[in-house]
């Protein structure tokens, strides 16, 4: 990516620096390093300038060649929104649960009826060329709304072959589309029904072939399991996320959803990158995640869709866990793209302030990606991935709620959105 691009006269340049070595913890997710009418120099992708307005035309003064410069006075500048847990690549719809679920049926009950996630593995009838069409459009969505690289799992294939589809559509999306995606093994997203009878035949399949072909292939970082009362149990998924790791596979663990299972507690015992969900997390799960420094990727939406009481933000920001925040995009328990419309939600249901939420959408989930040196801040040298808000200060993006107020996105320097407008992006092909 060659040029230099110049964000000047921000009234808030909300950098979000100090946190690249650990993620920001209690106090420190409060500390979002705000320079009031700041500037920002993007070269060659990466940034190279970071500092006020008057010191920033000094810079700029030295450099050479042409410089693209955007004017963001009355505008925030944040980084580049970061959603660390999605299931974005999947074939059909399941909108029919929404009215199950009206009618009184249970998110797990649907799942232990054969629908949920069961119903998504219409994704093995998609081709690979399909599964990017459709996730494309996802991706350019959730540009307009300011997220610049999303993590994805796989997951609804539970087939050797149909995972690995998922994840080599994942692997071309990220070479192709602008949004950066980190991939996620979740072959023990649920018991397939070839399998019902034999679930530990299952766990046997996603630990001897799945994850060393996943590994082999280069196709994920982390491996996830849904660890759940009437999905994997914990025993379970400790040998799941025990093979990852022997694969060089990071674990990741959705924990304590629906009931209060150990999730967490197994989240602090392996070593897991993050615990997500964790509505039902025991305090003491809460002391073990903070000891061990498990990331707590909350999913105040998923709480909101399936009309439920979100995950205690508080009692965790406070046990010194540090949190991020996510969409938890899937077709069945969150359907949408909208992490500033998840950002209000942490705020108005969690009572997260409007400074932890940005921390928890950058810096923190650049850590549960593995993503903390190239981005999740403005700092030098690291990516020069910037969102413009139409907002003056960051107090606006909350108080504002289910309103898009992105107006401009760069990545790498690019100008990808405008006045709120996705600019041409090339869907990818295979
Ligand atoms: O498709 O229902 N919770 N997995 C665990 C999901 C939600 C995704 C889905
Ligand atoms: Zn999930």
């Known amino acids: 990516m060659s040029g230099i691009t110049y964000i000047k006269r921000a009234s808030q340049l909300i950098t979000i620096r100090g946190g690249t070595k650990e993620p920001k913890r209690a106090q420190d997710m409060s500390d979002i390093g705000i320079i009031e009418h700041g500037s920002v120099v993007v070269e060659n992708g990466l940034i190279t300038f970071v500092g006020s307005d008057v010191e920033a035309e000094r810079y700029v003064h030295t450099l050479n060649g042409h410089i693209n410069t955007i004017d963001a006075s009355g505008k925030i500048v944040t980084p580049g929104l970061i959603d660390a847990h999605t299931h974005i690549v999947f074939g059909g719809s399941r909108e029919k649960e929404l009215e199950m679920r009206l009618n009184g049926a249970k998110y797990i009950d649907i799942l232990k009826a054969g629908g949920g996630i069961l119903q998504t593995t219409s994704t093995r009838e998609a081709t690979e060329e399909q599964l990017i069409q459709e996730t494309s459009k996802r991706l350019n ?60 035949e299952f766990v046997r399949l996603v630990i001897e072939e799945m994850i060393p072909r996943v590994a082999e292939e280069n196709l994920a970082e982390f491996c996830d399991v849904f660890c759940e009362e009437g999905v994997f149990t914990v025993e379970q ?110 705020c108005l249901t969690m009572k997260m302030t409007p400074a932890e939420v940005l921390t928890a959408c950058t810096i923190n989930a650049a850590h549960a990606i593995g993503r903390a040196d190239e981005v999740g801040s403005i700092e030098v040298g690291k990516k020069g991935d910037l969102v413009l808000f139409d907002a003056p200060n960051y107090q606006t993006l909350q ?27 090339p869907v990818p092909t295979t």
């Not at 602008?178 to 019902?196: N, W």
């Not at 967490?264 to 073990?288: C, F, N, P, R």
């Not at 105040?300 to 399936?306: C, D, E, Q, R």
């Not at 289910?402 to 996705?422: F, M, P, R, S």
């Open 399 to 425: 108080y504002n709620y289910a309103v898009n107020l992105v107006d401009t996105v760069i990545k790498k320097g690019q100008v990808i959105v405008e006045g709120g407008a996705l600019r041409d992006v």
């Open 237 to 346: 998924s400790e040998q799941i996320l025990e093979a990852g790791k022997v694969y060089g596979l990071k674990p990741k663990i959705h924990a304590d959803e629906i009931v209060q299972f150990g999730g967490a507690e197994l989240a602090a015992k392996v070593g897991a990158v993050s615990a997500d969900h964790l509505l039902q997390a025991s305090d003491e799960g809460i002391k073990q995640m903070a000891k061990s420094g498990v990331i707590a990727v909350l999913l105040p939406g998923t709480a909101f869709f399936l009309m439920e009481k979100p995950a205690n933000a508080r009692k965790m920001i406070e046990a010194g866990v540090p949190v991020a925040l996510s969409t938890d995009r899937n077709p069945g328990s969150s359907p949408t793209e909208s992490l500033p419309f998840i950002m209000n939600l942490a």
């Open 141 to 200: 969505r959730f540009l307009q709304y300011g997220v610049t690289t999303v993590e994805a799992k796989s997951g609804y294939g539970l087939t050797l072959e149909d995972e690995l589809k998922q994840l080599r559509a994942a692997k071309k999306l990220n070479e192709k589309h602008p949004v950066d995606l980190v991939s996620t093994f979740m072959g023990a997203h649920a018991v397939p029904v070839e399998y019902k009878e034999n679930p530990d």
